[in-house]
């Protein structure tokens, strides 16, 4: 590699692990708020509103909506048998 190549992987670098210390960073300003406010929020939510942050929250959040749903069938909720969680 070039010595471009590798600084611009040391930015991305840098710039992935900003990005996640900086939403964790308002995550936790906010906590109080987060707590109590609406349904409020625990620690383990709030651990993947962190790591969902940078992974595609609405992904994140259909793929949750599916396994929570108490209308869909067990075989649609279940990751392990559905084509719907493959893709």
């Keep these: 590699m070039q ?6 992987w040391a930015i991305m670098g840098g710039l992935y692990l900003f990005l996640h ?3 964790a960073l308002v995550i936790l ?3 109080r708020f987060l ?4 349904y409020g929020l625990n620690w383990k939510e709030a651990v993947v509103l962190w790591w969902g942050g940078l992974r595609g929250a609405v992904g994140l ?3 949750l909506e599916m396994e929570h ?10 990751p392990s ?5 493959c893709c």
């Design 69 to 78: 749903n108490p209308l869909l069938s067990n075989g649609l909720r279940d």
């Design 29 to 31: 300003l906010f906590w």
């Design 3 to 8: 010595e471009e190549e590798l600084a611009e």
């Design 81 to 85: 048998t559905s084509p719907v969680w």
């Design 61 to 63: 959040s259909l793929a």
């Design 35 to 38: 707590s109590t406010w609406g």
């Design 21 to 23: 210390f900086a939403r």
